[in-house]
């Protein structure tokens, strides 16, 4: 079993920065591709970005790209999120989710944390 924990969420305005933690414990050498994704009251869960095992290959969704960076540590077992230029609409319950070792299928996931981007 791999443990994932969220931290970093908050409240910010318009326009500021927020960086998410994400501490996976556990069998992690039995996942591939950590990410992060969103769900916001009423709309459905919504993929915003994931990175390989070893770091070298990043995707986003397209309503966050250029504006948000994901990064893994593997020597602390760590993805980050950093949050640019946040808008309103960016304002969901944040997850930190990681595939099988397959890279397919979203396996584990973390409990959430809550992002708030005041206008």
């Known amino acids: 079993q791999v443990q994932l924990v969220e931290s970093g969420g908050g409240l910010v305005q318009a326009g500021g920065s927020l960086r998410l933690s994400c501490a996976a414990s556990?069998?992690?050498?039995?996942?591939?591709?950590m990410g992060w994704f969103r769900q916001a009251p009423g709309k459905e869960r919504e993929f915003v970005a994931k990175?390989?095992?070893?770091?070298?290959?990043?995707f986003y969704g397209d309503s966050v790209k250029g504006r948000f960076t994901i990064s893994r540590d593997n020597a602390k077992n760590a993805v980050y999120l950093q949050m640019n230029s946040l808008k309103p609409e960016d304002t969901a319950v944040y997850y930190c989710?990681?595939?099988?070792?397959?890279?397919?299928?979203?396996?584990?996931w973390g409990q959430g944390t809550q992002v708030t981007v005041s206008s």
């Open positions: 989710a990681a595939t099988g070792v397959g890279g397919v299928r979203w396996d584990y």
């Open positions: 556990g069998r992690t050498s039995n996942t591939y591709f």
């Open positions: 990175i390989n095992r070893i770091g070298t290959s990043t």
